[in-house]
Each structure stands twice: as C-alpha cells, then as structure tokens.
C-alpha cells in the first residue's frame, strides 16, 4: 500500500499527503496538493524542500557520497575525462570509444565563438571581474545562435548544450586575456579540453606555449569535480530560469550570476583572499577563534557546506591532486600554501568545527591548485562555472524534456493588510 502522511491542523480532519520514495535517499512528502486545502509549506533557503523529480545526481551528505548518473565520483575524477563526464550527464551513460570520439570531436568543433563576439567585450572596462564579462556575454550567445533557440525541438537544445560546454573555456580564457590587454588566442583543434583551456589562457602569438601534461590532467580534473551538484543554488536559478521557456543561453547566464556569491561559487576567490588577510601562519588561532565568535560575521571560507555534512568527497580527490601538482610545480613551501595546510589541520582538530561538521570543501583545495598554476584569483569562479556548465545544461534539458511547470514560490506575507491612501495633504 502506498504510504501516506497525515496533516492534521486544529483537530480538523487530517490531510492525506502522499508519500514518494526515490530510488536512492529519504522519502519525500508531497505537499503540493496543500495549496488547494489553503495552505503552504514554509521553508526558507528550501532546506526541507526537493524542488523536482531528478535522475543526474545523488547526493548523500551524510555518508560523503556523491554519484553522477550513479557512478561515484572518485572512479569519475580517476578513470573518466570531463568530457566523458559531459556525455555522461547529458545522455545518462558513460559513451563507448565511438561516441566518446564523435562527442570529443563535436565539442572541439564548436570552440571557436562568432567573431562579432570579440568585439562585444570591448564594451567592459579592462578591469571588469571576468565573472561580469561571463554574465554579459554568455547571455550575449543567445543573440548569436539563433538557429539553435527553439527549446522544444530536442536537437537544437543538444547543439546548444554542445556549443555551451564547447565555447565556456574560450570565453573565459578571454575574459582573462582581455584583462590583460593580450591578444585572444583562437582555440587549437588538436588540444584536448583542458589543455585548449591552458593554452588560451597562458599562449600567446609570439611564442609556442608547451601544456604540462600533470597541469592539464589537475585542470581536467578539477571541471570534472564540479561538473554537477544536484539542485544547488545556481542549478536551481537555471531551472527557475528555464521553467519560463527562457532560451539556455540565457538561462546558463542566470545560473553563472547566481554561482558568483561567495557562499557558492565565489568561495575559491574567497578562500585565497582570507588566506592574504590571515597573512601568515602565527594568526591561524586568532582567525579560528574570530569564525566561532557569533558576534564576528567572519566565516573560514572553504569549510562548511549545506548538504555535506561529512567530508566532501570532491575535497578528496581535490586534496591528492593539489599534492600531485605542488609537487611538479615544486611550489610546496609556499607561504600562502603552507598557511592554507595550517588553517586545514587546526580547523580539523578544533571542537567547534568537529562538533558542527564543517570540513574543508572542494573551494578549499580548488583554490590552492588554481593559484599554484599561476590562475589569478578573480578567475576562479569563471573556471568553476566553466566545470559547472554541463550539469547546468544536463538539468535545464531534463526539466524541458519532461513535464513542468513554471517555478513560482509563494511566501508568508508579514507585511500591511490592506488599507486605503490618504491624501497627500493628510500623510
Ligand atoms: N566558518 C565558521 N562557522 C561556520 C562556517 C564557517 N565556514 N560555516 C558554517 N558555520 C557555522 C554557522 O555559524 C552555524 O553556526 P550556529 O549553528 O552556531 O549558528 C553552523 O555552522 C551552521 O551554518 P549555516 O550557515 O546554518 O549552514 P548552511 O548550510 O546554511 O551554510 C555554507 C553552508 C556553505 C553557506 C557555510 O558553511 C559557509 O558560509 N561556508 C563558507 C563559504 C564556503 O566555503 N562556501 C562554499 C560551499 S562549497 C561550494 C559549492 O557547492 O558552492
């Protein structure tokens, strides 16, 4: 029999809400038939609430376990490269070695953007944050791609989805070389993801630029550790967006402005700016005992997460890759670093932070790694979206391609009953 939940309000006959189960975490009660009953759920920052149906990714934050398409994510990061892992998002199994070479191929093929669109970033100051420049002009692709807009025809939004992840890392590498005054680099066809990344971001038309393979093999890795996350903040601004029949150039562009906050995205940037104020490793204490003050806004940026409650299995495989390339770049003794591994082994040890379950997360390491390849810190969360951009475009398709509504909270009102205006003479 299925199973059911009882409301029962005021000694009234009790509401019969229904009981879902998923195939994998806990059951859901089904409150949406409690708006007909004059009634609604309240749950601010939506910590009780699932939002939708989803078959991409699981998440278990109590356990640290994080699948995609039910593979976890270590064997993900260890024997898949982030384009496998953008097949697998997007079709729901890993490709065999023909798909693998006909996706690997399509996607390279999309990676140069119409040339119009340099001229756009002419428009930023030089010192724009890349994430303002990725915001704008992102959107900006929907004004380009014309012949690939109509959200209901299933091809044109895979060749959205295919120029999406294709054109990210090109546009990113020029919201950095633009910064910089640099000339943008044109993709290269015979580079695979991350190493055409590397080389737009650090060639140039003067010299050849030779991609270190470890730093290729960490940069692949690190898209592939945030490829996806369930129905985050800016995965659910994208389906939010894209529940209004929004196109998914756009769509993509509200989820890039939703991940830039420092409580989401902007957390790699902010973990090495807190690192430049603690300044050195004699001050670790006094930072620690500033993020436990409740009268002190200070947070240690890079620890704590909603759903993880346990150790962040990406922050796992972010921590071995972030020794492999110390170690090639030989930067270990590093002073920002050094600090970095200090603030890591006290926060672990110290009773609030054991108690309230806030271990390091996949910023944490992400941003050291970035830094140590010679990635300046107001890119990080360009690169976190660049990794990103799959899983947003993987949820934004299943939502389109099912049944859906247009998203719509409501809210519990604290504000004036109604009330008449009085003349201007009488306020
Ligand atoms: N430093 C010090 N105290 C903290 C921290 C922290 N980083 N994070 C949480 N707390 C405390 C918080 O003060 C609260 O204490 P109390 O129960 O006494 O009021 C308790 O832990 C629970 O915190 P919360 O804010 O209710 O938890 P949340 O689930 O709403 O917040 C979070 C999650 C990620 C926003 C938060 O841990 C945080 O601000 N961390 C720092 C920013 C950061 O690293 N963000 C990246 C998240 S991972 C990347 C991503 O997926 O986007």
Known sequence: MAKKALLSIDGQDPIELPILAGTEGPEVIDVSSLTGKGYFTFDPG?????????????????????????????????????????????????????????????????TMVHEQLRVFFNGFRRDAHPMAIMTGVVGALSAFYHDSLDINDARHREISAHRLIAKMPTLAA??????????????RNDLNYAENFLYMMFGNPAEDYVVNPVIARAMDRIFTLH???????????????????????????????????????????????????????????????????????????????????????????????????????????????????????IALEDEYFVEKKLYPNVDFYSGIILKAIGIPVNMFTVIFATGRTPGWIAHWNEMISGSYKIGRPRQLYLGKSARDIRPLAER
Not at 178 to 187: A, C, D, K, T
Not at 236 to 260: D, E, K
Not at 280 to 303: H, I, Q, T, Y
Request: net charge negative; proline share 5%.
């Open 46 to 110: 939506f910590v009780s609430t699932a939002s939708c149906e989803s078959e991409i990714t699981y998440i278990d934050g109590n356990a640290g376990i994080l699948l995609h398409r039910g593979y976890p994510i270590d064997q993900l990061a260890e024997k898949a490269s982030f384009l496998e892992v953008c097949y697998l998002l997007l079709h729901g199994e890993l490709p065999n070695a023909t798909q693998k070479a006909h996706f690997d191929r399509t996607i390279t093929l999309h």
């Open 174 to 187: 020029m919201s950095y070389k633009y910064s910089l005054g640099q000339p943008f680099m044109y993709p």
């Open 227 to 345: 490829a996806d996350h369930e129905q985050n903040a800016s995965t659910s601004t994208v389906r939010l967006a894209g529940s209004t029949g929004a196109n998914p150039f756009a769509c993509i562009a509200s989820g890039i402005a939703a991940l830039w906050g420092p409580s989401h995205g902007g957390a790699n940037e902010a973990v090495l700016n807190m690192l430049d104020e603690i300044g050195d490793v004699s001050r670790v204490g006094e930072f620690v005992k500033k993020a436990k003050d409740k009268n002190d806004p200070f947070r240690l940026m890079g620890f704590g997460h909603r759903v993880y409650k346990n150790y962040d299995p990406r922050a796992k495989v972010m921590k071995e890759t972030c020794d492999e390339v110390l170690a090639e770049l030989g930067v270990g003794d590093d002073p920002q670093l050094k600090l970095a591994m200090e603030l890591e082994r």
